[in-house]
């Protein structure tokens, strides 16, 4: 076996247990009442903007505090800034400008960079989720990556491959640094984290007017 040959199967052996790991903390975000309702197929416009305004909270502090402490391994972070794209979707379905910038922002805790790449891990999945969602919503909703669903596209045709080389950044930083734990129980963490600040927001936000000419 080539060193290259045993470096590659350690990337997949840790990859695996990441995702064996954080399983069961990433099935209960997916079972949250707004990941739920995202999915519905009566899912509405109200439903869409308050988990967009729920995930902004998360994705501003991602950007804002992760992104920082982690610069020197994921060397493409300006390819991967996403909260903008949240803006100009809560703006096209219907939110106004004052009501995107009283919209809360968590705040994350971590002491390491393996701690902020098990962070990263978790929002980046999810932009990889997004196409399922952004598929769902274009034909519930109508909404489209021009106009309303610009979060969901994502990466659009890159997000496959901005994800690949994610993953290999973050294996090759475990390998090198042998800190597959700190970034394991950070994801999990993360999950969790996500999952009730969905239920925290979700459950104190109101019904916002709707933009309704926009597909027709």
Same mark, same amino acid.
């Given at each position: 076996?080539?060193?290259?040959?045993?470096?590659?199967?350690?990337?997949?052996?840790?990859?695996?247990?990441?995702?064996?790991?954080?399983?069961?903390?990433?099935?209960?975000?997916?079972?949250?009442?707004?990941?739920?309702?995202?999915?519905?197929?009566?899912?509405?416009?109200?439903?869409?903007?308050?988990?967009?305004?729920?995930?902004?909270?998360?994705?501003?502090?991602?950007?804002?505090?992760?992104?920082?402490?982690?610069?020197?391994?994921?060397?493409?972070?300006?390819?991967?800034? $996403?909260?903008?794209?949240? &803006?100009? !979707?809560?703006?096209?379905?219907?939110?106004?400008? #004052?009501?995107?910038?009283?919209?809360? %922002?968590?705040?994350?805790?971590?002491?390491?960079?393996?701690?902020?790449?098990?962070?990263?891990?978790?929002?980046?999945?999810?932009?990889?989720?997004?196409?399922?969602?952004?598929?769902?919503?274009?034909?519930?909703?109508?909404?489209?990556?021009?106009?309303?669903?610009?979060?969901?596209?994502?990466?659009?045709?890159?997000?496959?491959?901005?994800?690949?080389?994610?993953?290999?950044?973050?294996?090759?930083?475990?390998?090198?640094?042998?800190?597959?734990?700190?970034?394991?129980?950070?994801? $999990?963490?993360?999950?969790? &984290?996500? !999952?009730?600040?969905?239920?925290?927001?979700?459950? #104190?936000?109101?019904?916002?007017?709707? %933009?309704?000419?926009?597909?027709?």
């Amino acid at each position: 076996m080539s060193e290259a040959t045993a470096f590659n199967t350690e990337q997949d052996l840790f990859f695996k247990q990441l995702r064996q790991e954080t399983a069961e903390s990433h099935q209960s975000l997916e079972d949250n009442r707004l990941s739920k309702a995202i999915l519905n197929p009566s899912v509405s416009i109200q439903d869409y903007q308050t988990y967009l305004a729920a995930l902004f909270g998360v994705t501003v502090a991602c950007e804002d505090q992760i992104f920082p402490a982690i610069s020197q391994v994921i060397t493409d972070l300006p390819d991967r800034y $996403k909260s903008r794209l949240i &803006i100009d !979707d809560l703006l096209a379905t219907g939110f106004t400008e #004052a009501e995107i910038d009283a919209l809360p %922002v968590y705040h994350f805790e971590f002491s390491s960079v393996a701690q902020a790449l098990g962070i990263m891990y978790v929002l980046e999945g999810s932009t990889l989720g997004g196409r399922f969602l952004y598929k769902h919503t274009h034909e519930v909703l109508g909404l489209t990556f021009e106009s309303g669903a610009s979060y969901f596209w994502g990466y659009g045709t890159q997000t496959g491959n901005l994800w690949k080389s994610f993953i290999s950044a973050l294996t090759q930083f475990v390998e090198e640094h042998e800190e597959r734990g700190e970034v394991i129980a950070s994801a $999990k963490n993360t999950f969790t &984290i996500i !999952d009730n600040w969905l239920r925290q927001t979700g459950a #104190a936000s109101v019904t916002r007017p709707v %933009v309704t000419d926009q597909h027709e």
